[in-house]
């Protein structure tokens, strides 16, 4: 899992220099979506089990 996370950002970082040698502004703006995604699929993933049961982090 950790492999597979650690391909996936040298990947997308990867892209974003190749445009960021074509276009800067265009690195940026692409950087800025990638960025939304992330934390987009971050927030959307289940809780992982091995967090403290009964509590989500969350203020009462």
Same mark, same amino acid.
């Given at each position: 899992?950790?492999?597979?996370? +650690?391909?996936?950002?040298?990947?997308?970082? *990867?892209?974003?220099?190749?445009?960021?040698?074509? @276009?800067?502004?265009?690195? *940026?703006?692409?950087?800025?979506?990638?960025?939304?995604?992330?934390?987009?699929? +971050?927030? +959307?993933?289940?809780?992982?089990?091995? @967090?403290? @049961?009964?509590?989500?982090?969350? +203020?009462?």
């Amino acid at each position: 899992m950790v492999t597979a996370l +650690a391909l996936e950002i040298v990947f997308v970082l *990867l892209v974003v220099a190749g445009v960021a040698m074509l @276009s800067v502004p265009g690195a *940026l703006i692409l950087a800025g979506v990638l960025g939304v995604l992330a934390v987009e699929r +971050a927030t +959307a993933r289940p809780p992982r089990p091995d @967090s403290v @049961s009964g509590t989500t982090g969350e +203020a009462p």
